[in-house]
């Protein structure tokens, strides 16, 4: 088991410049230095996860050790990436946590049947936005032990 560390990889899949930005920012205040790869929309997000297409080449394309995903995506939606991560033998056990602007019980309860790790809403003023990643941070960084990926148990 081990905690995420700063050299481990964090993949976001967020289509909207300004929350990816804005989440850079947060994690920026949050001292997080960690690796980052995003996608903007669930087909990559997929292609990015199962190192197919342009991400075949998994020394360029490392697996993430964390995912901050949301769930309205143009395409492929956040709700059918997560699906297919938690069937998948291989990637179930990346922890997902489920960023995003909806409050809807449906998404919430649709989310975390589906292997969701956590489901966070994106406070709408900055401020909060902030101690939402400084939280999030302290959990998944300094609290939650996880086990090593491809190891089976």
């Avoid at 088991?1 to 850079?24: G, W």
């Avoid at 960690?34 to 998994?58: K, M, V």
């Avoid at 997902?96 to 019980?105: A, G, H, P, W």
Wanted: hydrophobic content about 35%.
């Amino acid at each position: 088991m081990q905690t995420i560390n700063t050299n481990n990889l964090i993949l976001i899949v967020e289509d909207s410049d300004i929350d990816y930005e804005t989440t850079l920012r947060a994690f920026k205040q949050a001292n997080m230095a960690n690796p980052i790869h995003r996608c903007e929309d669930g087909e990559d997000a997929l292609d990015y996860l199962f190192q197919r297409n342009q991400y075949s080449d998994t020394q360029s394309s490392p697996r993430p050790q964390l995912i901050l995903l949301d769930i309205n995506l143009p395409g492929t939606d956040g709700r059918d990436v997560l699906e297919e991560l938690k069937n998948d033998p291989e990637l179930k056990t990346i922890p997902v946590i489920v960023l995003t602007t909806s409050t809807d019980e449906r998404d919430i309860n649709s989310c975390y049947l589906a292997g969701a790790n956590s489901y966070i809403h994106k406070p709408v003023e900055l401020d909060g936005f902030f101690v939402a990643i400084q939280k999030l941070k302290d959990f998944w960084f300094k609290v939650a032990l996880l086990p090593k990926q491809g190891l089976s148990p």
